[in-house]
């Protein structure tokens, strides 16, 4: 596949540190566009490197071109023409943004028309909110995957789980990020059919969940890395209705919870 | 009474990950034993470190060893230390062991049961199992009866109870039949999941992905394009502490009885209408009872002499520990096999596995006819026909042999390989077998065991095919460790004009 990567310069470290780890999992084309449209000059610039993996225990390797481009001044806001001779042909394209989207703007609009896939993460969305209601116009146009949805899956499926205990939910109290505490508040309140109140306690990560008092016990969620939850959105290839009903819904609410 | 139906659970909807199984207690018989330590307690370790138990769960080693539930958790950590593929990480063993037991048992005795019912009624009441049960029978098939039937009487009236069997599921067909109905006396069919654990492997199943989830190989999956087919299952290792099994079962009833005839089935039956059980084991029953029975000419067998295995001198079968010295128990055999039906009428499906041949490998090698008309003036031994060629472990993968140009001035074509490998594709470790096994059993699902009309259709081929050698004396040793067989297997398909791929 390839996997086209839009990192503005507060990302890189972290971009980078998820790619080293994908790429053991996903040896694709890795295309990473890093913007700098208040450079003075427009210019393209770019490397190409080959990252190779060992297999634990195993003697072969698994290899990752990994394709870096800095697109200065005017060309930063028109990446496709730089983007499309360097696809890999017949495969998918994934297109992960960090940070806030640009609604509305030529380069998220070419990148889109682009790719099969737009991979985001509303935790690096100041307002997940207003951002989920403006993404959710392009549910449409594109499948999107939300890594702030990946990362409930362990809470969604341990609350799965309490069923039929949970049926009728009233409050969920999520300590964890916002973005995350929204749509997993928001994924209770559609599947269950009626309004469910969320008590949202700030934490890096999810840390606990309850249903009405009672605490949801997840299996594993403590293993995944960045890399993992961006993994597995690459697996995915057709629209996830559940994540669009639960972001629609977020975007529903003017005001958080 | 009023039967009260569970609404379905709308918050499953959309969950991609695998629904969990339902709470159990996993009863381990021959729990002291190389397989309960060598594969079963580290497929377990590798399922809970990836939260695919149940939440609720419980496992009780039974087997008539005195030991204490103490010292049975510290050999099964040291087995899963030492077997596990992952790395051993304490959190995820304290959590499986929590659940833990071990009970000594005699089944051979009036109420020899009773501790191990009495343990898992407790992990019932402490762990919420429920009264769901998996019985796990890792034990040689002579105890079987007495375990089967002290089982069956003593089921529990709440939960689901199923039964995993080990291989050899008998040892001829009637010996199958007498185990089926012994079985089936207590469990209903789909209660009972008979392990072959070549069905658990992942390149096996890719068998099934690669023929009827691709478009392009399923029109050219029959006698109109392909020569002929060769499964080869070649092993460098000797009896390895087995003498006592491997004298009586011999390669046959070691190999072929169970996955080869797996392998055969799995190449040449017809795509089934959905991936649920009874369908994919309906079309591979359907291949086995299309199998038509082989003559003499068209099975071989040897047993190996001493030889030379990677540099290293190994002795001969007759030589190993715990064989006699005058065996004529069979190290190889090689077979052709004809699946009679429109698909494969006249179709060799050649057929080889061995014990001390020059290296492990097994494969399923699909040979397509000749190009038919010689176009380019070449060699024709350089213009090779097409193989398809699906290595099942080690490099697990596929692979298409096809010819190409040299290039240069003049047309000379030489083979070349398009390669899939695992390995080199995908850097997540493939689970074990027992893994995907274990855990298809805990959510009742059988499509990659065998079913009990499978399994006698595979001894009625093996009986068959045993039946001449009761009237002749072999020449024994006939191959050399280290060698790809007997001469007489290289006969077999030269007869026909054709000869095995070359390693």
């Known amino acids: 596949m390839t996997h086209i990567a839009w990192v503005p310069e507060r990302w890189v470290e972290a971009a980078t540190g998820t790619l080293a780890g994908l790429a053991e999992r996903h040896p694709s084309r890795a295309i990473l566009l890093l913007p700098q449209p208040e450079d003075t000059t427009d210019s393209v610039e770019g490397e190409a490197d080959l990252r190779c993996f060992v297999r634990q225990g195993e003697r072969k390797e698994v290899c990752a071109e990994v394709i870096t481009l800095r697109l200065r001044g005017a060309r930063a806001s028109v990446p496709a023409s730089v983007v499309m001779p360097l696809l890999v042909s017949d495969l998918p394209v994934f297109l992960r943004w960090r940070g806030p989207l640009p609604f509305g703007s030529t380069e998220l609009e070419q990148l889109v028309g682009l790719a099969d896939r737009l991979v985001v993460d509303a935790v690096e969305w100041d307002e997940p909110a207003r951002d989920c209601r403006e993404l959710s116009k392009l549910f449409g146009t594109i499948a999107v995957s939300d890594i702030a949805w990946a990362r409930t899956l362990p809470w969604r499926a341990a609350v799965a789980g309490m069923w039929p205990d949970v049926a009728g939910a009233a409050q969920v109290a999520v300590a964890g990020p916002l973005a995350d505490a929204l749509l997993f508040a928001a994924w209770l309140e559609t599947r269950l059919g009626h309004a469910v109140d969320l008590d949202h306690e700030p934490a890096d990560e999810i840390e606990r969940v309850e249903v009405d008092g009672q605490e949801a016990r997840p299996v594993a969620a403590e293993l995944m890395t960045p890399s993992d939850f961006l993994s597995d959105q690459l697996e995915m290839f057709g629209r996830d209705p559940i994540y669009e009903e639960a972001a629609r819904r977020v975007a529903s609410w003017t005001t958080t919870k | ?503």
């Open chain 2, 1 to 503: 009474m009023t039967e009260v139906v569970a609404a379905p659970n709308p918050l499953l909807e959309g969950l991609t990950m695998r629904r969990p199984p339902e709470p159990c207690a996993i009863a381990i018989f021959g729990a002291s034993g190389d397989l309960t330590q060598r594969k079963i307690m580290p497929a377990l370790y590798a399922l809970a470190m990836r939260g695919l138990l149940p939440a609720r769960f419980g496992i009780v080693g039974v087997s008539r060893t005195e030991m204490s539930t103490e010292d049975f958790v510290e050999r099964m950590r040291q087995a899963v230390m030492v077997n596990c593929r992952d790395e051993f990480r304490h959190d995820v063993w304290e959590r499986l062991a929590e659940g833990l037991h071990y009970v000594s048992a005699d089944f051979g005795v009036e109420g020899g049961e009773a501790a191990l019912v009495d343990a898992l009624n407790e992990i019932d009441e402490t762990r919420g199992t429920a009264g769901n049960r998996v019985y796990y029978l890792a034990v040689p098939p002579a105890a079987f009866d007495d375990i089967v039937t002290a089982l069956g009487r003593r089921r529990t009236a709440s939960g689901w109870t199923r039964v995993i069997v080990e291989k050899p599921f008998g040892h001829d067909l009637a010996s199958a039949e007498a185990l089926n109905e012994l079985v089936t006396t207590y469990f209903h069919e789909d209660e009972i999941f008979r392990i072959d654990h070549y069905l658990g492997k992942e390149t096996v199943q890719n068998m099934l992905v690669l023929r009827f989830a691709n478009g392009i190989f399923e029109p050219i999956w029959n006698r109109q394009f392909i020569d002929h087919v060769q499964i080869t299952v070649a092993e460098s290792l000797g009896v390895e502490g087995r003498a006592d099994f491997y004298e009586h079962a011999g390669a046959i009833r070691d190999v072929v009885q169970n996955h080869m005839l797996q392998l055969v089935a799995l190449t040449a039956m017809e795509p089934p209408i959905d991936f649920a059980a009874e369908s994919v084991r309906n079309e591979k029953v359907k291949v086995l009872k299309a199998i038509h029975t082989p003559g003499p000419k068209h099975v071989v067998r040897g047993q190996y002499g001493s030889g030379y295995i990677e540099g290293e001198e190994v002795p001969g079968y007759r030589q190993e520990h715990g064989v006699a010295a005058d065996s004529n128990t069979e190290t190889y055999v090689a077979a052709k096999l004809f699946v009679d039906n429109w698909r494969w009428a006249d179709t060799p499906f050649y057929l080889r596995t061995g014990k001390r041949l020059p290296r492990r490998e097994t494969t399923i090698a699909i040979q397509f006819k000749r190009a038919p008309h010689p176009l380019f003036e070449v060699d024709r031994e350089s213009l090779r026909p097409n193989v398809l060629l699906i290595h099942i472990q080690p490099d697990e993968g596929v692979s298409l042999a096809i010819g190409a140009k040299v290039p240069g001035q003049g047309t000379s074509i030489r083979t070349v390989h398009m390669d899939f490998l695992y390995g080199g594709a995908f850097r997540i470790g493939i689970p074990e077998a027992y893994e995907r096994l274990i855990l298809d059993c805990l959510l009742g699902d059988a499509t990659l065991f065998t079913r009990a009309d499978e399994v006698e259709e595979q001894w009625a081929i093996v009986d068959a095919m045993v039946a001449p050698w009761k009237r002749d004396r072999p020449r024994f040793p006939n191959y050399a460790a280290g060698s790809w067989g007997p001469p007489a297997a290289d006969d077999l398909l030269h007869r026909d004009g054709r000869s095995w791929r070359r390693h």
